[in-house]
């Protein structure tokens, strides 16, 4: 999962590209708003129906359940939490309610503690390599011809360029921080969101409300701000949450793997002492599992507000084609597949 | 649409699929041989893949090269301060200091045969100094006869014995028809070792049976060793505790429960503090560094108890004011270290150092430079060396108590290193020369021929401090031709540490070693110290020519 | 045919990008690599063997254009240069070695998960809102985000180690040589067991929810009814008419998956310490071997490039349209 980032979403478009069948296609790039005047108003009303939505609501609590808890981490435990204390590694109990480490650090606080910098870099990096995605994706879409063949050909190739690999190599080249660890994610995540969105991008650009913005002689800037980026609000924020996993993972797995800066106090990190102090070898669970746990759970939280979203603006998946499953949970749309 | 292909294309990926499942569903086959014939199983924690090159000279080789294949003329061993003979009989130190004479074994042979004499002595020398350099105080080696091999020194120099002597050798009539003899890669060794024959190389492990023709009658009592690849201590540590190997060399956190407690009858570690000691480093080019109460007054404010117990989980001894570690407890003076106090923690005492030095604390608590600045600087280490960070993290928090703000800085070891040599660093924690006396120590340290301008390249005395007084006693000890005299300047020269703190010592570094009687019986202890359970030091062969197969 | 030339062209382009980009890091990077590099290792190396590895990381100071035509030379003549880590072995022979290691766990557990989760997808979607429906989808999306590593540990913990089933470590037992003989065989297969495992837990969820949304697609047109009103079997109807119209995304999907699952092998090889290329990728990175470090980089793209190719290939074939395009 440290790889599952946008560029799955992608390869959906990859197949529109490459033959546009008609039976199969896909969902991650839909239709776009047919209102030319909603312009802001898609993104309330994208709101609304999620607010009615169970897993997005779900997806929600979870995520500012993590973030309520990152931002009072120093009411809930002043001090420095990997202040070395001596004492070694205690299972939990009332005192440590997830135990201590070998250091004698209180798990529970790293963990909570750890939320900071792991969230933070995960939305950082996803908001920064969705912007990228935007401005290429849009820069392609608005003015097509020379300009889209180029940066299509780069983002295809960006797309094919093994990410974490790539990741691998440049931290390595790099100076440990975590600046280097969300430059690095940023220039291996934003190929797969410029993909899509270029080609939501290139269905809005036909449509009349944008040529006729062209006529009247509007400044392409403007008409790709004002006229086009709003209208794609959907799927603008699936490549977001997209990218947001795919951060957070990758930064799990670099740091994990002793390429982050061991001095951040992040999941990643945590993961490490505790691979780098045998805590799993001596059956120490508590110090290895409240930090896969969290990740995974704010990986879930991001996706199941990604399925939401694909619901809410997909009436296919909302409504089963016959009448024998109309109690059917619905479920997910294809934005995960092939991590 | 094309239907048929369609339909191949679905059946290729099922019979994919199933060809995994049935290849998954396998059972897991067992690892590990019986007894008897049972190879000594020795895991290498830091090469994730082996290459076939057992050349000694090569930085890259093959472990047990250097320990199971090729040899020395002596052994000395750290852990009791003895000397071995090995394929030198004798040796003798002419009264000026000038000669070495080693008197070889006549019954050795190599591998292939042939018999090892003086000439290969000779030759290995001439070898290793056009390859990597070195012994430069030799003016000459010859062979005086075909069992003695004659060193001639342009100057006394008595560590010269030692580094002489453990030289590991190789044979003249393999290595004199190699043309690019740094770039071979020997994949068939010839040496005098107990185990050379390679065999069955893979990238995770290989193999190494008996020499055939060993000198030794009755060493060699295993069938041979196996050595399995790791790219880091989790690995390792797993096949130890699994209980896939029988000697584990690395650092297993955790070992008493990670460990012994799955079978104490047989499983056992020894970590004897005879490694290089392990110093925090202050930049003394800096002016803040530049003051010997500085110094000992930020060494006084560690608490080296919490760095051995939580950084090194215990498996070491902290330092004393002679800087001197486990291995050189023979030459320890223990008035000194009874008089000195700065490698004790003592807040108040380091407090009142710092203020005397007019390093006084503000309002804020936050201690400041005599010019003004805020009392401030890095500490630098590794990234890969978790043990160490945490120890750099500690001496931060100690340093904190005493309203000094240290911050450990923690890049690659690549660019660690490099600051290191060109002077460019605050502080750092460093290893220190690891050698059979204190003299090479005590130089890197202390002499001024080792220091170099900030800026310049050099590979020790990172610190940069050195003292004509130092220069003085290491000139006297390399005179020297008795113990007496040696005793008498390595005496002066832990004075000489003790009153100017060159650099924070903190702990020995230990000697890693865990092993398993379940299969090999006759390992080094504590009340048998004849090696230590290093699988990388000159005293290894020491181990592999005395275990023995546990019987049945 | 121009579909698959364009394609070709296109791989190729990417590749001149990734080694491109391969000769451009070390020239971006602070400081000298070479200085790095030895200073670490504390080697004393000849002034010839400092100057090729210069060459070989294109820093040896000389004008980018005269360094880059030389360095594609040797790139292209597959000359990585020698490793450091594993000197003097050439990093062409280093990656031969681990090579078919990473393509057995890498294929071995694409195969699975595609199928397995196909196969679920498809299922899921025929009996929408039945049990395995509504469990499997959310159950499959939490296990596929905990990371890789964590689970491979996990796995590696449970399964290995307090349970004993599985082997801890590496390709094959220690002892064995490699083989064609059943033996042989059956110890690699054990050996693949649970890496394979983690890769497969953390990717199958993706390819079941793929399929299943596919299929709900697919299920609405109007063959599907047609062929409904027509009366034939519905195993029939998910099968020949459903499924097989569903999978056309599957395959282009799979394409993009090596890549990460290239990523996935890494990370899980690393826990297993399986000898593939991304265990030697990280050992090289610990071993600053920047030659085999780009070496493997270079030959895990090309590895990914070429697989897409293949499955464009098998695109073509599948799917007329393409052709005509």
Known sequence: MSIQSPESLAHAAAVRDAAEPPSTRSIATRPPERRPRARGRQLLRLLRALSRNGKAVAGLVILLVFVALALAAPLLFPGDPSRIGSGGATPPSAEHLLGTTAKGQDVLALTIWGARSSLLVGFVAGVLSTIVGIVVGLTSAFFGKRVDDALSLVTNVFLLIPGLPLLVLLAAFLPAGLGTVIAVLVITGWAGSARVLRAQGMSIRGKDYVGAAITSGERPLRIMLREMLPNMASIVMTTLLACVIGAIGAQAGLEFLGLGDANTLSWGTNLFWASSDGALMIGQWWIFVPSGLAIALVAFALALCNYAVDEVTNPRLRRPRTARSATAPTTVARKEDAR | MTLPIRRRAVTVLGIGAAAAIALSGCTASGTGAGSGEAMLTIPREDMGTFSQNFNPFSPTAAPMTQQAIYESMLVYNPANGETVPWLAESWETSADGLTQTFDLRDDVSWSDGEAFTADDVVFTFGLQRELLGGFDYLADVQAVDDDTVQFTLASAFSPALFELGQQILVPEHVWAQQDDPANFENPEPVGTGPYTEVSNFQAQSFDLLPNPDYWQDDAQHIAGIRMLAFAGNDGANLAAINGDVDWAPQYIPNIQTAFIDRDPEQRHYW?????????????????????????????????????????????????????????????????????????????????????????????????????????????????????WLSVANIIAQNLGELGIEASVDSPDWASVVAG?????????????????????????????????????????NYHRFGTPEADALLADFAAASDGAGQSAAIDGLQQLFADEAPVVPLFSGPEWGAYTTERFTGWPTEDDPYATLSTRAPTTVLVLTTLQPVEG | MRFILRRIGFYLLAFWVSITLNFLLPRLMPGDPVTRMLSRSQQRLEPQQIEALQQMLGVNGGPWWQEYPDYLRRVLTGDFGVSISRFPTPVTEVIAQQLPWTLLLGGVSLVIAVVLGNLLGILAAWRRGGLLDSVAPPLLVFIGSFPYFWLAMGALYLFGVMLGWAPLRHAFSVGLTPSWDPTFIGDVAAHLVLPALSI????????????????IATNAEDYILMAEAKGLSPSRIMLRYGARNALLPSVTSIGMSIGFIVGGALLTEVVFAYPGVGYQLLAAVQGLDYPLMQGLFLTITAAVLLANLLVDLVYVRLDPRVRVA
């Not at chain 2, 030095?357 to 600045?373: F, H, K, L, S």
């Not at chain 2, 204190?438 to 080792?450: A, G, L, W």
């Open chain 2, 420 to 460: 290191y040599e060109t002077g460019e660093f605050e502080t750092g924690i460093v290893w220190s020369a690891a050698a059979p006396t204190p003299y090479q120590f005590y130089r890197n340290v202390m002499s001024t021929e080792s220091v170099k301008p900030v800026g310049e390249q050099t590979f020790d």
């Open chain 2, 271 to 387: 970590f004897p503090p005879t490694g290089a000691m392990i110093n925090w480093q202050l930049n003394t080019t800096l002016p803040m560094f530049s003051d010997a109460r500085v110094r000992q007054a930020l060494s006084m404010a560690l608490d080296r108890e919490q760095i051995v117990d939580v950084g090194m989980s215990g498996y070491t001894t902290a330092a004393d004011c002679t800087g001197l570690s486990g291995a050189y407890d023979a030459w320890r003076d223990d008035a000194i270290v009874d008089a000195c106090d700065w490698t004790t923690l003592d807040l108040d005492a380091a407090g009142a150092l710092l203020d005397e030095a007019g390093y006084v604390a503000g309002a804020d608590g936050q201690r400041t430079t005599p010019d003004g600045q805020p009392f401030a600087f890095d500490i630098s280490v590794g990234s890969t060396s978790s043990d």
């Open chain 3, 200 to 215: 497969v837990l953390v990717s199958i969820g993706g390819w079941m929810l793929g399929m299943r949304n596919t299929m």
